[in-house]
């Protein structure tokens, strides 16, 4: 079945630095892929999403490529801020599975000053 | 505009009480619902998802049940609660023709003793 794996956390980071988050997926066909953000205290939220090969996606200064060779949907951010700080969240949406997303297990990122 | 309400936010109870959780949302018709249960380190696992009245797929063999007994309210239930059910419990909905995003309600936390 379809699953999605992402990188182990937490990630912590100075303010200012640059972000990558690794998303690897497996599905069949050619899934809709997506990122959510979870703030502390917070339910989730969409932050970006692609939806073919090739497609990025991007929203407050994050982006991931949508990368059909590798199966990956990594997420970057050039400059990362405290209030970044959260949980991020891979997910899926395989052609085939009717209106459900699979998740990955989250990473949370920590930013300090 | 469209809100999502979840309650209880917080359930302590004992092994083998009964469960109910419920979640309504307002603002939008036919919605696809959803629950999800999020553990440390498992990430968000489909527990259940729901794309009109009584009609329930169910993800994960368990000792909960869903009931969507009006358009916009969705209950996850169980008889007897295991210690293991202890988790954060989230709802969700999606428009009926699904795009990927989930909107999710705040969460319920549950703990079993």
């Known amino acids: 079945g379809d699953s999605v794996t992402q990188m182990e956390g937490p990630v912590t980071l100075s303010e200012e630095a640059f972000l990558t988050i690794n998303c690897t997926y497996t599905?069949?066909?050619?899934?809709?892929l997506f990122w959510y953000v979870q703030y502390p205290g917070e339910g989730l939220q969409l932050l970006l999403k692609?939806?073919?090969?090739?497609d990025k996606g991007s929203n407050k200064g994050f982006e991931a490529t949508y990368r059909k060779e590798t199966t990956s949907f990594h997420l970057e951010k050039g400059s990362v801020q405290v209030s970044d700080s959260a949980v991020y969240f891979c997910?899926?949406?395989?052609?085939?599975?009717?209106?459900?997303?699979?998740f990955g297990t989250g990473t949370r990122l920590q930013v300090t000053l | 505009s469209q809100t999502i309400h979840q309650w209880p936010a917080t359930l302590v109870q004992p092994v083998g009480s009964p469960l109910s959780l419920e979640c309504t949302v307002e603002?939008?018709?036919?919605?696809?619902l959803y629950w999800y249960r999020q553990a440390a380190g498992r990430g968000l696992q489909l527990l259940f998802y729901?794309?009109?009245?009584?009609?329930i797929s169910s993800e994960v063999p368990q000792n909960l049940s869903a009931s969507r007994p009006q358009d916009r309210q969705f209950i996850l239930s169980s008889k007897k609660l295991l210690l293991s059910d202890s988790g954060f419990y989230l709802c969700?909905?999606?428009?009926?023709?699904?795009?990927?995003?989930?909107?999710f309600g705040e969460g319920s936390r549950l703990t079993v003793l």
């Open positions: 969700a909905w999606s428009w009926g023709r699904f795009t990927g995003e989930l909107f």
């Open positions: 599905a069949t066909g050619y899934p809709s």
């Open positions: 692609a939806t073919k090969a090739d």
């Open positions: 997910a899926l949406s395989g052609p085939g599975t009717a209106s459900k997303l699979t």
């Open positions: 603002g939008t018709s036919n919605p696809n």
């Open positions: 729901s794309v009109g009245i009584g009609q």
